[in-house]
């Protein structure tokens, strides 16, 4: 699903080498962390998988296509098939959890008869179809993570990158996260989990990437915090 081959990132300005030759295949039907020290390039790792920055070196390779050979529509087209999560949800403060879900089918090929089905079952998943009334303000934290959840899932992408997803969770909610992530992995998705959180990493074992500085300096396949 993605591999990187040689792949270094260096940001133009400060010449920051964000990722220093990382080389790793990551299979379709894989959830894998990516862990690390603030700074460790997590976050830059995500933004090539989007096709946000572009590498200074090497080639990254989504279901392997060349991300570099892309041109707009192409682009565009290539982030729709990605699911995108972050630690501060994004959700829109005046719509309704099923309306930021169905928000996001806008931009998809999905005919408007089946949002309200694909809402529901996108809620349904991350356990919140009782809340599909409520605004933002009216949820928690978790649940407001978990509408994020939905709205990522609704189109069906077949990768799901999620950036520090409990970053802003106490550890309850974020088991909670950890375990609807991994039930939209059973149904086939790639799941790429950005994270700090140590425990949830040792908990619910994954294979897991570690960056030190840039470099991937571990791939472990059985998971487990290494730093
Ligand atoms: N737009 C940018 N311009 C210049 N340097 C950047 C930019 N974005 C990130 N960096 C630098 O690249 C390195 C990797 O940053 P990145 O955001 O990928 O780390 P991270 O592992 O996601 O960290 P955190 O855990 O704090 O989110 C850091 O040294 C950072 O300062
Ligand atoms: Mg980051």
């Known amino acids: 699903m993605i591999q990187f081959h040689h792949v270094s990132l260096e940001y133009p300005v400060t010449r920051t080498l ?14 894998v962390y990516l862990v690390g020290h ?58 309704s959890s099923a309306d930021n879900v169905a928000f996001a089918l806008r931009v998809t090929g999905v005919p408007r008869r089946e949002w309200d089905e694909r809402v529901s079952g996108a809620l349904k998943l991350v356990g919140l179809d009782h809340k599909k009334h409520a605004l933002p ?19 069906e992408p077949p990768l799901l990158l999620a950036d520090e997803p409990t970053g802003n969770l106490d550890p309850e909610n974020s088991r909670d996260i950890l375990k609807v992530l991994q039930n939209v992995n059973l149904r086939g998705t790639t ?20 960056l030190r500085r840039g470099r991937l300096v571990r791939d472990d396949p059985y998971g487990g915090y290494a730093l």
């Open 18 to 31: 964000a990722l220093d030759d990382v080389n790793l295949h990551i299979k379709k039907g894989e959830f």
């Open 38 to 95: 603030s700074g460790a390039g997590k976050s830059s790792f995500m933004s090539l998988v989007l096709k946000r920055s572009l590498p200074s070196k090497g080639e990254v390779y989504v279901a392997g296509e060349p991300l570099r050979r892309f041109r707009g529509g192409r682009t565009a087209m290539h982030r729709r098939r990605i699911g995108m999560i972050f630690q501060d949800n994004q959700l829109l403060p005046h719509l």
């Open 137 to 155: 303000v009216q949820l928690s934290q978790g649940e407001q993570q978990r509408v994020a959840i939905a709205r990522a899932i609704v189109s």
């Open 191 to 210: 799941v790429v989990v950005a994270t700090h959180a140590r425990d949830l990493v040792e908990t619910f074992r994954h294979r897991t990437l570690t």
